[in-house]
């Protein structure tokens, strides 16, 4: 990649929104543990120090000596990062009479500095800290102040070190596109050039450097980012990639037999295997949510082995790896947020050398290389899925009945959307099993079964996301559909959480 701004994590909830940030000025940047600086790489012309849970004081604290790093590139703190650079160079950093937290407004700011062009008093930016600077080093100036903190934003005179005590990366903050651009283009001299295109031509010749004329097995998953990775793949070394499918019983309803037509469609060698009776076997019985994660990908890494030893001379494996999944599988402070099973265990099982053309890409990014790709609308815009399947939306033990009941009330649900129109504003979507079930009346007849919760969300890259506000007309006309058409379900509520602090799946 040419021209990159490296993103020093220390630890925030937001660091991820400031490469999406990074990214929306088409401009590559990477997210590295904050110890984890590559010195060495000549595409750097800028870095971003992130905020973080911790304060500059504490003990635990992620610290790193700022100062080589600023001899060489323009260098931005935010929150955290701002307090970083100010106490390590002798400023002090104390703890605020009172969080600051939400909206505040600039009510002065020099718009003579390159970090603020463009900007003026009256602007909206959204504090998150308990710390606050209160007396500057030498050389740092303010260049921009609220009515509550002085210093929200300062400069080192004759230095390219800037830092704010505000997140420019959040929506709410009305001039960060701004700010960050300011930084990124005016002062890194990005280009901006970076792109669907862009990053295509130059993955496709890396993938051919990489692979040579060496045999890949892929495993798909019927969602995006698999089908996106096997296409590029294809695209640089064409028949060596070979696609397994594996249905482990777990999809939704028909979409082993569609989804291999679609591959089929794009020119894909696929290898489908029904292997959904040895799933149900293994999962019998089972409710714990991450075993179950653990099984389902212990037994897709014994399936694709099975079909992967079937062919000869195969040196790779490719995975559908995105960037959130690489976040939320280890966060920088070691802690597993959930398991992924298209993040580990195969390799090593395997002995292959492992490819992942999308690591770096958030989902957004994923679906405008399909489309630079020429692949079909309907198979970009699918809505993510999670690898272990419906058994992560069946809360409590799985069988094959429970399977039907969820699949025959998805496919309404999901039909629905998109008769409405209204699937392509929804980030993700799917109806949950509830392990309860509920007096109803049919009929003369009482009843005592299933409720299900419909889930809606709208995001940009899974990070957050947001209950889709979806109309009640609809809801009332999907919710009368599943129960007068799956039997075994009597009752239909719809989640209204948001994430943080609820997750997207319930599992």
């Known amino acids: 990649m040419s021209q990159k701004i490296v993103i020093l994590d220390f630890g925030s909830q937001t660091t ?50 700022v100062a080589p790093i600023a001899a060489r590139y323009p260098v931005l703190g935010i929150c955290y990062g701002a307090q970083l650079l100010a106490w390590q160079n002798g400023g002090v950093v104390e703890s605020a009479p009172s969080r600051e937290y939400g909206r ?51 400069h080192v005179e004759g230095r390219d070190i800037w830092g704010v005590q505000f997140h420019p990366e959040v929506f709410h903050s009305t001039c960060g596109t701004r700010l960050l651009s300011n930084f990124v283009k005016d002062i890194c001299g990005s280009k901006g050039d970076w792109n669907a295109d862009a ?24 969602g995006v980012d698999s089908s996106v990775a096997a296409v590029l793949i294809s695209r640089a070394i064409g028949d060596n990639l070979t696609c397994i499918f594996v249905d482990h019983g777990l999809l939704r309803k028909d979409e082993f037999a569609q989804v291999m037509n679609d591959y089929r469609c794009l020119g894909l060698n696929v ?67 959930k398991s992924h099973h298209n993040v580990g265990g195969l390799p090593e099982k395997m002995n292959l050398s492992l490819c992942e053309p ?90 005592y079964e299933s409720a299900v919760a419909l889930r809606a969300v709208t995001s940009t890259d899974a990070m957050t996301a947001d209950w889709a506000h979806l109309p009640y007309e609809f809801l009332a006309k999907v919710s009368n559909e599943i129960i007068n058409k799956v039997r075994g379900v009597n009752r239909v509520t719809y989640d209204i959480s948001s994430k943080p602090p609820a997750t997207i799946e319930w599992e």
């Open 16 to 65: 991820q929104l400031i490469g999406r940030r990074v990214r929306e000025l088409n401009t590559y940047c990477e997210i590295v543990p904050y110890n984890k600086f590559p010195a060495d790489d000549p595409d750097i012309i800028g870095v971003i120090l992130s905020g973080s849970p911790f304060s500059v004081y504490d003990e635990k604290s992620f610290k790193v000596d």
């Open 104 to 154: 505040a407004i600039l009510s002065e700011v020099n718009d003579t500095d390159a970090l603020f062009h463009d900007i003026n008093p009256g602007e909206t930016v959204w504090m998150s800290h308990g710390d606050t600077i209160t007396v500057l080093p030498e050389n740092f100036k303010i260049i921009a102040s609220t009515d509550d903190v002085k210093c929200a934003a300062f």
């Open 199 to 222: 990053y295509i031509e130059t993955t496709v010749a890396a993938l051919k450097q990489q692979l040579g004329n060496d045999k890949v097995v892929l495993g798909l998953s019927g």
């Open 271 to 337: 290898i489908g295997v029904d292997a959904s009776e040895e799933f149900f076997a293994e999962l019998k019985d089972v409710k714990d949510p991450e075993r179950k994660r653990k099984i389902i990908g212990k037994g897709f890494i014994d399936v694709f082995d099975r079909e992967a030893h079937k062919l000869k001379d195969v040196k790779w494996l490719a995975q559908g790896t995105i960037y959130p999944d690489r976040i939320e599988s280890l966060s920088i402070t070691g802690t597993t947020i």
């Open 358 to 447: 999308l690591q770096w890409l958030f989902k957004d990014e994923v679906r405008a290389v399909g489309r630079a790709l020429g692949m079909p609308e309907h198979l970009i815009t699918r809505h993510p899925f999670p690898g272990p399947g419906l058994a992560v939306r069946i809360l409590g033990d799985i069988t094959p009945e429970k399977v039907r009941i969820l699949q025959e009330a998805d496919d309404i649900f999901i039909r629905g959307l998109r008769e409405w129109g209204l699937y392509d504003q929804v980030w993700q979507a799917g109806v949950i099993l509830l392990p309860v079930q509920s007096v109803g009346v049919m009929g003369d007849e009482r009843t």
